[in-house]
């Protein structure tokens, strides 16, 4: 079966650091664009970052940029996300995905929920003020 699964979250204080990573298996990870998103209780899924699949292009959301790296090695099949300078606002629960688009990935197509499939179940980031 197709699957992902999220690691590397946790609590941390504001200014603080961590990187989240995402363990792919049942595809051929280097076929296809990834991306993470976040969704924070009450609030809707929000795209964070995307890579291509090649890891050569990038995407952030304005809020994180400056502060998050995407990354990914296709030989391990992992996608990984830095995140530093980490605010109160950062707290939700962080999901890596497939995306489903080829050559649309990119604005406005990356940030749409319905571009991507076979969501992990997430990892919990707690920022302290």
């Known amino acids: 079966q197709v699957q992902l699964v999220e690691s590397g979250g946790g609590l941390v204080q504001a200014g603080g650091s961590l990187r989240l990573s995402c363990a792919a298996s049942g595809r051929t990870f280097s076929s296809y664009h990834m991306a993470w998103f976040r969704q924070a209780p009450g609030k809707s899924r929000e795209f964070v970052a995307g890579?291509?699949?090649?890891?050569?292009?990038?995407h952030y959301t304005d809020s994180v940029k400056g502060r998050f790296t995407i990354s990914r090695d296709n030989g391990k099949n992992m996608v990984y996300l830095q995140m530093n300078s980490l605010k109160s606002e950062d707290t939700a629960v962080y999901y890596c995905?497939?995306?489903?688009?080829?050559?649309?990935?990119?604005?406005?197509?990356?940030?749409?929920?319905?571009?991507?499939?076979?969501w992990g179940q997430g990892t919990q980031v707690t920022i302290s003020s």
């Open positions: 995905a497939f995306a489903k688009l080829g050559s649309a990935f990119g604005v406005p197509n990356v940030y749409d929920l319905r571009n991507y499939d076979n």
């Open positions: 890579i291509t699949r090649s890891g050569a292009g990038t």
